[in-house]
Each structure stands twice: as C-alpha cells, then as structure tokens.
C-alpha cells in the first residue's frame, strides 16, 4: 500500500499498523478494520504525517483512546491518528497544568490530587483523554471542561499551530469549534487551586461511588450514548418508552442506566446501532423528542 509507505517513511515502521482492528481500539470492543492507523510522538511527526496525509487526499480521523467511538464492521477507508499514550506528559505549575491531548483523564486526576489541586474532581472518572474531553467540552457532575480550561493548542489542516483562548472556542454543552474547523488538539492548560489532599481524595471517591452505583460499568460501552435532549434526561425518557433492556444480539439498553447501550456479548457494531435507532424512533414517536447521539461513528457499517 502507498499510502503506509509514504507513512513508514516519515514515522518509522513502529508508528504505523495496517489493517488494524479498530474494536482493539474501543471500549465497545466492536468495529472492522481501518486501512492504516499511525501513533505519532511528537508534535512535529504529527506535523509531517497530516501534510501527506492531506496532500494526497487520505481520509483521515483523530483518535484518543476510542472511549466515545464505535466503528462500523467493515471498518474505515482511510487513516486513523491514534493521539495517545505516546503524547500523554502532564506538568505541574502552581495551579496550573499543561497536558498533552493523549493523556486520560483519570490520569490527569490523579496527578491534580497529588498535587492538592482543586477543581478536576468532576472529570476523574471520564474514561476519555483530554483531546476529545476538550473537543466535546466533556462534563459530569455539574461541572464541565470550561469552567477549568485556560487555552488549547491546535494543529490545523494546514500545518499552522494555533493558541487559542478558551473563550473563543465557543464551549457548550458537548460542543467546541474545534471538530467544525479540523483542528487537532495537541495540548491545553487548566488552571485549578489549592485545595486540601484529603477533602480532594473523598470527593473523588464519592463520584467513582456514584458511578458505580448508577451506571454499567462491567460492561463495554462508550459511556453516556445520547446527549441531553433541552428540557429532558435521555435515560428517563428511553425508560419510559419502556426501552430498558431492550436487546439486538448482545447489544442491549442498560437495565441499570437506560442511557448506556452495553455490549453484553459479542454484539457487533450495527446491533448497537440498531440499539441506538430503535431507540430514537420509539422516544420521537412517543414524546416527539430526537435524541441526538453523543458517541461518534465513523467507518462502513
């Protein structure tokens, strides 16, 4: 394949696995193949990849850790940019912290609690990186990305870095200008405060409490499948339309929290998808409401 050579030859062969399982890759543990997946370490590697990337016109899409991503079964036509481990170093300033976008964000809270930091308590159980979490404005708890965030740094299609501020990344509810315009995370400040080491560990523990109470979290999923529809909790309402358990070949609504479709068993990517539009169709003719969904799909299904 061309395309993985030009690749190999700017990455290295260690960088760039072709014909990848991409449900290695997710935490639905579903998904086909991609053509190529290449795991940069460095910005400028990046750099070098997206500019061939682009100039020959390869599809492409941007990766973390696939916490928030099914890929359909006869996989992806095109390159996955894997941003992870291999771009994962946090530093400590102060109150400040500057990551890089593959860290997770588990990671990042735990690193904030061993330096006394206040404020990450709400995101310390997001099973994403800080790319994506900056991406969707990722929020639990009451609390959301930009109430922490100082600025990101981007990489854009052209190969320019931006900085931007956090107040020109328009952040709302699951939504930042950064997938509309292509941007490419490649790190970001938060600014948190002092807080005492111990108050910090017990609120965290209260949350992951929580969590494991109220959602399903033994099984592969990709977390909170649908967005909150204004006015109404997605759960309540697939509850009601009496979807709880409803099941397509190991694919199922959580009995526990109506707003997760689980992977049971070896359900593939079009039975969650199936999951997910039987769903939206019951709700909108039930109560005229569309639920929108919150994980990403990518590939051919």
Request: glycine share 10%.
């Amino acid at each position: 394949m061309t395309e993985a050579k030009g690749l190999i030859d700017i990455l290295g062969e260690d960088k760039v696995l072709i014909d990848e399982p991409m449900k290695n890759h997710t935490s639905f543990r579903v998904g086909g193949n991609a053509d190529i997946m290449i795991q940069p370490s460095t910005v400028e590697e990046l750099k070098e990849a997206l500019s061939y990337i682009v100039k020959n016109n390869i599809p492409y899409y941007i990766m973390g850790n696939g916490s928030n991503l099914i890929v359909g079964d006869k996989g992806f036509r095109g390159v996955i940019i894997k941003l992870f481990s291999r771009m994962c170093h946090i530093e400590v300033s102060g109150e400040f912290m500057d990551i890089k976008a593959g860290a997770l964000m588990t990671v990042i809270a735990t690193k904030a609690l061993e330096n006394s930091l206040q404020g990450f308590e709400f995101a310390s159980g997001i099973p994403g990186t800080f790319g994506g979490a900056v991406c969707m404005n990722a929020g639990a708890y009451g609390g959301e990305i930009k109430d922490i965030l100082v600025s990101v740094n981007v990489l854009t299609k052209e190969g320019e870095i931006k900085t931007i501020d956090v107040k020109d990344l328009d952040l709302s509810y699951r939504h930042s200008i950064i997938p509309e315009n292509d941007y490419i995370v490649l790190s970001g400040r938060i600014k948190l405060k002092k807080g005492d080491y111990e108050s910090i560990k017990n609120e965290m523990s209260r949350l992951s409490a929580q969590r494991r109470e109220k959602q399903p979290l033994n099984y592969p999923s990709a977390g909170s499948t649908f967005k909150r529809p204004e006015g109404y909790f997605a759960g309540k309402l697939i509850t009601d339309a009496g979807l709880k358990g409803y099941n397509c070949n190991g694919a199922e609504v959580s009995e526990k929290h109506a707003g997760f479709v689980i992977n049971k068993g070896d359900a593939t990517a079009k039975d969650i998808l199936n999951v997910i539009k039987h769903c939206q169709d019951t709700v909108y003719e039930k109560f005229g409401v569309r639920l929108e969904t919150e994980v990403k799909m990518i590939g051919e299904f």
